[in-house]
């Protein structure tokens, strides 16, 4: 199962904003993409997904090459909370819809 | 709306026991998917269910099995356990459609001494 690729780490400032890359050069047209976020001993929550236009919701947005070939996940205002690994993950419709998970971008957030 | 939710959240077993992890989703979803999470690996896909049927299944030994009830709430038993299957076990519950968005319980920490 082909996977994303994602840098293994990042910092951000708080109450800046973020931007989290991530690369599915092998995404099929009908492949979505997902983004969860996973704090220590927890399970991953979900932040959001978009399969060609760019979306919004109250967590994030997400930006997707018009090629469909890489995508970024925006965070408007990092705060202390927001330290987590984000994980870029393909959904893969073709075989019923399991999350294909990359190894995510452990993220830090500086006061 | 409670969340998902997965007991035992600690297990310590030893080599060759067998183990079953219990999952309860979210009220009115219809899918159980389970995943596994180790170091080495990161989170890989173990198998779905959908209606009590399982709907797909990743690349993990028959060793590896689960059953869904018709309450939607399903187990996952793994058989003659081995050091490598210590992991964080998690579970995702969706109303049942393949792009319907999946919500994670909190996970069974499984260490096989």
């Known amino acids: 199962d082909a996977k994303t690729t994602q840098p293994n780490s990042m910092e951000s400032n708080e109450e800046e904003p973020v931007h989290l890359p991530c690369n599915h050069s092998t995404i099929s047209g009908t492949d979505y993409i997902h983004w969860y976020r996973q704090l220590p001993s927890q399970g991953p929550e979900y932040v959001i997904h978009g399969l060609t236009s760019n979306v919004n919701n109250r967590m994030a947005s997400l930006a997707i090459a018009e090629d469909r070939k890489s995508s970024t996940l925006i965070l408007h205002r990092a705060t202390l909370r927001d330290a987590a690994v984000y994980y870029c993950i393909r959904l893969d419709y073709n075989q019923g819809g399991k999350l294909i998970f990359g190894q995510g971008t452990e993220l830090s957030v500086k006061p | 709306k409670a969340g998902v939710t997965q007991t035992p959240r600690y297990l310590i077993k030893t080599r060759g026991q067998q183990v079953t992890l219990s999952c309860s989703p979210i009220s009115g979803h219809r899918s159980v998917s389970w995943y596994q999470q180790t170091p080495g690996q990161g989170l890989q896909f173990l198998f779905e269910y959908f209606s009590e049927t399982q709907r797909n299944k990743g690349n993990f030994p028959g060793r590896f099995s689960g059953r869904q009830f018709s309450n939607s709430r399903s187990e996952m038993n793994v058989s003659t356990l081995e050091l490598g299957d210590s992991a964080l076990y998690l579970c995702?519950?969706?109303?049942?459609?393949?792009?319907?968005?999946?919500?994670f319980g909190p996970g069974t920490r499984l260490t096989v001494l």
């Open positions: 995702a519950s969706r109303r049942g459609d393949t792009t319907d968005t999946q919500y």
